[in-house]
C-alpha cells in the first residue's frame, strides 16, 4: 500500500519538484535558532500523570496565554505521533485509501459529530468541498430521526468525538452499515480504551491526543487543544487526498482544482489574475489585423496606419489596437497612438521605431510565468551595437513550444501585472 504522509504533519522534509526551468535565487540569511524538541508521546503510554506532564512541558498556567501555550505544545506532540510512531502512520494511510478507493467521483464523506466536535466536523467538511470533494455534515440526533438516509452504499464516514464514547454516536452506532469505511478522530491511541472502536473494531484509528488535558489545565473540559489538533489532523487528511485524486495526469492539478470551487473573493481574484503570458495575449498572431496584402507594404503612410490602428481598436474585434505585416513585424498600439502630426504622410519605412520587425523583439515562451517574465524584460542583455531588447518599450514575441510566434505583447503590459 501505498505510504501518505500528511503534508502538515510530516517530520522529513523532502526537496518540491516542479518543472520550473527557471528557478530564483536563494536570499541568503542566518540560521534561525532551532525550535525545542516536542514532548514525547507514546502511543502505548497513557499512564502519565497531569502534574508530571506539566512539568515535562514547563507551562506556567498564571500567564494569559497558557491556552495558545497548551496548543501549541498539542500540535506539536500530534506532530511527533504521526512522525514517529507506525500505528499513526498506518492508520493515516488508511484513511487515505479508504478516500480514494472511488476515483470516478462515486461515493462521498460523511462527517458526524456532536456538540465542538460537530463544529470542527463542519469546517472539515467545508474544506473537503472546496478541494473538490463531496462532503455533507450529519448530526447523530438527526440522523436517528430520519436523516440516515443520507449515508449511501458507496459514502466512507469520519467520526469525531474526543473522548470516544460520546452516546449519541454509540447510539448510532447499531445503526450504521458493518461495510461502510469508517475513520476516527479521537485522543484515544488504543483501540481498546475507546468505547467506540471496542463495538466497531474495523474503523480506522486516526489519534488526536493532547499531552495535557483541559480539565487539568483550566480546571474545565472547555475545547480548546483537544477540536485544533482534531482540525489538524482533518485538514492533512483532506489535503493528501485531494492531492492524490487530482494528481496528474489523471487529475487537473489540486491547485486548478481549488481555484475551480472557489471563484469568489480574494482567493478566486488571486487565480482569476494571468499567470503565463498566454493569459496576457490579446489575440493569437494569425488574429492580428493585416495592415496590407502580402504584395508589399509600399505605398502606406503613417495615416494609413493611424487609421487602420483606431478601426481595430474601436471595433472590439481582436487584437486591441495590433496591426501585422507580411513576414512577421508588428505594429504595436502604444507606437501607433505615439504617431506625430508631421509623420501622418511619411512612409512607414521613415518612421523611426513605428514597425518592429521579429528580429527586434524579445522572445519569451507562452507558458512563462508573469513573474518571471518581469525579470527577463527587466534584465534583457544588449545586443552589439548598443540596442537593447528590453526595458518597458521592447515587445515580445509569444512562442509555443515549437518555437514558433503565437502572438505579441508590448513589454509594459507584463510589467504592469
Not at 42 to 63: G, I, K, N, P, Q
Not at 235 to 249: G, K
Request: with cysteine; hydrophobic share 45%.
Amino acid at each position: 500500500m501505498a505510504s501518505f504522509v500528511p503534508a502538515s504533519l510530516a517530520a522529513d522534509r523532502r526537496p518540491l519538484q516542479t518543472s520550473a526551468v527557471l528557478v530564483p535565487s536563494r536570499s541568503s540569511s542566518s540560521p534561525s535558532r532551532p525550535a525545542p524538541p516536542s514532548p514525547a508521546l507514546s502511543v502505548h503510554d497513557d499512564s502519565s500523570s497531569a502534574s508530571d506532564e506539566f512539568s515535562v512541558l514547563d507551562l506556567d498556567l498564571t500567564s494569559k496565554p497558557r491556552s495558545s501555550t497548551l496548543t501549541t505544545a498539542a500540535l506539536a506532540a500530534v506532530t511527533e505521533l504521526y512522525a514517529t510512531h507506525s500505528a499513526a502512520r498506518a492508520g493515516f494511510n488508511a484513511a487515505v485509501s479508504a478516500l480514494t478507493r472511488h476515483r470516478s467521483g462515486r461515493g462521498k464523506l460523511v462527517v458526524i459529530g456532536v456538540g465542538k466536535s460537530g463544529i470542527i466536523g463542519r469546517k472539515l467538511v467545508a474544506t473537503f468541498s472546496s478541494l473538490g470533494l463531496c462532503a455533507v455534515f450529519l448530526h447523530p440526533t438527526e440522523a436517528l430521526h430520519g436523516d440516515l438516509g443520507v449515508i449511501q452504499p458507496l459514502d466512507t464516514l469520519l467520526v469525531i468525538t474526543f473522548s470516544g464514547k460520546t452516546p449519541e454516536l454509540l447510539l448510532l452506532q447499531d445503526h450504521l452499515a458493518p461495510h461502510l469505511p469508517t475513520i476516527l478522530l479521537t485522543a484515544h491511541t488504543r483501540p481498546q480504551d475507546c468505547a467506540f472502536l471496542r463495538a466497531r473494531p474495523a474503523t480506522i484509528l486516526l489519534p488526536t491526543p493532547v499531552p495535557v488535558s483541559e480539565k487539568a489545565a483550566f480546571g474545565v473540559s472547555a475545547p480548546t487543544s483537544s477540536t485544533t489538533t482534531a482540525l489538524a489532523v482533518g485538514d492533512a487528511l483532506a489535503l493528501t487526498v485531494a492531492q492524490e485524486l487530482a494528481r496528474p495526469p489523471a487529475g487537473p492539478g489540486l491547485a486548478a482544482v481549488f481555484a475551480k470551487n472557489h471563484p469568489g473573493g480574494a482567493i478566486g481574484a488571486a487565480f482569476r489574475a494571468p499567470q503565463t503570458l498566454r493569459d496576457l495575449l490579446p489575440a493569437t498572431f494569425a488574429e492580428l489585423p493585416l495592415l496590407e496584402a502580402c504584395a508589399g507594404s509600399a505605398g502606406l503612410s503613417g495615416a494609413d496606419v493611424l487609421r487602420a490602428g483606431l478601426e481595430a481598436a474601436s471595433s472590439g474585434g481582436a487584437g486591441a489596437g495590433w496591426l501585422r505585416l507580411c513576414g512577421g513585424s508588428v505594429l504595436p498600439p502604444s507606437r501607433i497612438r505615439a504617431l506625430q502630426n508631421e509623420q501622418l504622410l511619411l512612409p512607414i519605412e521613415q518612421i523611426p521605431g513605428l514597425v518592429v520587425a521579429r528580429e527586434e523583439m524579445l522572445s519569451i515562451a507562452a507558458d512563462t510565468q508573469v513573474r518571471v517574465a518581469k525579470d527577463l524584460v527587466r534584465n534583457a542583455n544588449a545586443l552589439e551595437g548598443g540596442e537593447y531588447l528590453g526595458g518597458e518599450d521592447a515587445v515580445i514575441a509569444v512562442l509555443d513550444e515549437r518555437g514558433q510566434m503565437v502572438g505579441a505583447l508590448e513589454a509594459s503590459q507584463v510589467l504592469s501585472q
